[in-house]
């Protein structure tokens, strides 16, 4: 039997941001998950911090309403958990109120020596004063102190240089957990493993075999109850930025020479320093989809980005004739996450015929598949069998063990495991690709879909030369 990995040493997580939707939609069911699955120690405090004046009360029950939507009424061991939350009021940009807050978080503590996590549950613009405050007064009680910052990290190249220079000059990187769930999700996890310990799998993944790339990232889903974060990031800053151009280089990078994560992040930033976007107003489709503007938050005329589609390219040798498509959107006709490598077609076969593909894929089903084509027509065997011979595999965890995808990366943050974050080299270089999506997104028109198609133009063209679908300009 593998032994569940758990978390030892007594410890802190302070929210900031706790009153906001992150911390509801994701951070309060992943810590409930890890303490019912017996993860956690005895001794921990989870201390919500926000602007919003909460009792601790008051903070309890919105954890509580929290974790009764995600799992259902009565949750096992919900009211032993919830004794071990606290709330702390006041503003980011008030040093007293750190202060405060660290006298605060030592009583808590009491004489046990507590590891202590700082975790950025609030809008990019607060991070500076965040840093800053902290550096003076937690980190000066406790120079381990993690802070854990999510995606997106900035908002464009210049502002992540920005906040590097801040962090760089009151933090240790080793301190530092640049969070993006993707990482945490068991299939993208898999890419790395499945890689690592199966070359007949990066054999296949050669830039030479392979005719094009597409990473999809549909849903169903409107933005909802995300609208404060959504309406001034869009989905080109949500979706590319940072999730598909991460399983990009997951799929595309060298393997490393050693399982550590200091050979894989080098491939990674290797990958991501390479890709390139053209700039041409072609290889860009944005839109938004019909009732956006009317939503609560939205301002009149929004010009934000609810579908993209992007064509990249990989500047390296065995990668630069391999068309890369991103494609994300809200408000789809259906919900998928994957990836589709597609093959080239032999020189004798027809540019028609269907081709080989290897997918991973997140949604809806967590599977490798290797599909295969087999003409009827060629069959001499009685029972003419011809179509797909799908060779896949699940990825899914299955059981009670299995974490969210939050879980599994706050037991890392715990653990001090940092394998499955960004490190500032692939921030950077993601927003250097950004930024030149964005700069054609400025001059491009956005388009309007309607909710539930395929997004701003059903109409695809497949090329004659290559199998891919691409919009029509
Ligand atoms: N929601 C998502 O799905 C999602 C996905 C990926 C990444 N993220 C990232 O996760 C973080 C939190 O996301 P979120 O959706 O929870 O954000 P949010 O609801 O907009 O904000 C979280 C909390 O931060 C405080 N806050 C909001 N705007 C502020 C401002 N302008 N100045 C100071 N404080 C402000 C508020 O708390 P108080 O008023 O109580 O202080 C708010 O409850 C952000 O960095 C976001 O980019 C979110």
């Not at 911390?23 to 810590?31: D, H, K, N, T, V």
């Not at 405050?133 to 240089?161: C, W």
């Not at 640049?178 to 799998?201: A, F």
């Not at 497949?462 to 199998?467: A, F, I, P, Q, S």
Request: proline share 3%.
């Amino acid at each position: 039997m593998i032994k569940k990995t758990i978390v030892q040493k007594p410890f802190q997580i302070i929210i900031f941001g706790a009153s906001g939707d992150l911390a509801s939609l994701m951070l309060f069911p992943a810590i409930y998950n890890l303490y019912a699955q017996k993860r956690l120690p005895e001794n921990f405090q989870i201390i919500g911090y926000g602007r919003t004046k909460l009792t601790r009360n008051q903070f309890q029950k919105i954890f509580h309403q929290s974790i009764v939507k995600k799992y259902g009424q009565n949750p096992y061991k919900l009211t032993q958990l919830i004794d071990h939350l606290y709330f702390f009021s006041g503003p980011y940009d008030d040093l007293k109120s750190y202060e405060n807050l660290n006298q605060f978080c030592k009583k808590l503590a009491g004489t046990e020596k507590v590891d202590q996590v700082a975790y950025f549950s609030v809008p990019p613009v607060v991070f500076a004063d965040l840093i800053v405050n902290l550096s003076k007064t937690i980190k000066n009680s406790n120079n381990k102190l993690k802070l854990v910052i999510e995606k997106p990290f900035g908002t464009s190249e210049k502002t992540a240089q920005e906040l590097v220079k801040i962090l760089g000059k009151h933090f240790d990187q080793r301190n530092i957990y640049m969070l993006d769930h993707y990482l945490g999700k068991i299939p993208v996890q898999s890419i790395i493993q499945l890689r690592m310990e199966n070359n007949i799998i990066n054999q296949l993944l050669n830039g030479d075999l392979i005719s094009n790339i597409q990473l999809t990232a549909f849903e169903t889903a409107d933005i909802g109850q995300r609208i404060g974060y959504f309406e001034h990031t869009g989905i080109i800053r949500d979706m590319l930025q940072s999730h598909l151009l991460q399983i990009l280089s997951l799929i595309t990078m060298d393997i490393p020479n050693h399982p550590n994560r200091n050979s894989l992040e080098r491939e990674k930033y290797a990958l991501l320093s390479a890709v390139h976007f053209s700039g041409k107003k072609d290889d860009l489709v944005i839109g938004q989809y019909q009732g956006y503007q009317k939503l609560r938050g939205v301002k009149k005329n929004s010009k934000t980005d609810t579908f993209a589609a992007v064509k990249l390219s990989i500047d390296r040798r065995q990668w630069f004739d391999v068309p890369i498509f991103m494609r994300a959107g809200k408000k789809l006709g259906q919900t998928i996450s994957r990836v589709v490598i597609e093959f080239k077609t032999m020189p004798f076969q027809n540019h028609n015929c269907a081709v080989n593909k290897l997918i991973f894929e997140m949604k809806p089903a967590e599977k490798i598949e290797l599909i295969l084509y087999k003409d009827a027509k060629h069959s001499k065997s009685l029972t003419k069998m011809g179509g797909t011979v799908s060779l896949a595999h699940n990825l899914a965890c299955v059981g009670d063990e299995c974490l969210t995808e939050y879980a599994t990366l706050i037991l890392d943050i715990l653990n001090g495991k940092k394998d499955y974050f960004l490190s500032i080299n692939e921030v950077l270089a993601s927003w250097k690709i950004t930024d030149d999506i964005m700069k054609t997104k400025n001059r491009s028109d956005l388009l309007n879909y309607k909710g539930g198609s395929e997004g701003p133009k059903s109409q695809y063209r497949l090329t004659k030369k290559e199998n891919f679908y691409w919009y029509e300009s």
